[in-house]
């Protein structure tokens, strides 16, 4: 993991540890003996061992070539891009989702627009369904009698 993350032991530590605070619910164990019957890319397997451990029913990664259909279909699982993720995930709650991200952006010290133009790097259809949003602009939304203002 250091050589892979280019960090020293005292940061992959750092970074296992706030992982394992804020994502404890999210940890996968015993899957290890699933690794075998995989069929992706080797240096992954564990990731579909993981999803099929905890009954999972899509993979998110940017590393699509890695995890074929081939391998999934088995297990009835599908890889889906963070793109593809997110825009499914807005079309669901827009308004969450757009409230969630003001507080993102207010959390490191940005403005939506600064975070949206990070995002557009990786995720531009998400980016560009959130810029498009009528409230994005402003500093936050705020629900009141049900419905979402700025």
């Known amino acids: 993991m250091l050589e892979k993350l280019g960090r020293s032991p005292e940061q992959v530590d750092h970074l296992l540890n706030e992982l394992n605070r804020h994502f404890a619910d999210a940890r996968v ?19 579909i061992a993981a ?20 391998a999934l ?18 079309h669901l709650n827009p308004d969450l989702i757009v409230n969630i991200l003001h507080e993102q952006a207010a959390f490191i010290g940005r403005t939506l627009a600064q975070l949206l133009a990070v995002l557009k790097q990786g995720v531009p259809n998400f980016a560009q ?21 700025l």
């Not at 164990?29 to 990731?47: C, I, Q, S, Y």
């Not at 999803?51 to 029913?57: H, M």
């Not at 297990?75 to 993720?85: A, L, Y």
């Open 29 to 47: 164990e015993g899957f290890e003996t699933l690794v075998a019957l995989m069929t992706n890319d080797p240096g992954d397997r564990h990731v």
């Open 51 to 70: 999803a099929v451990k905890c009954g999972a029913e899509a993979i998110v990664t940017f590393n699509l070539q890695h995890f074929p259909d081939a």
């Open 73 to 90: 279909d088995t297990w009835n699982i599908e890889v889906q891009h963070p793109d593809e993720f997110l825009v499914h995930l807005y």
């Open 129 to 149: 369904r959130i810029f498009r949003f009528p409230w994005c602009h402003g500093n936050r939304v705020v629900r009141n009698r049900g419905r979402y203002r």
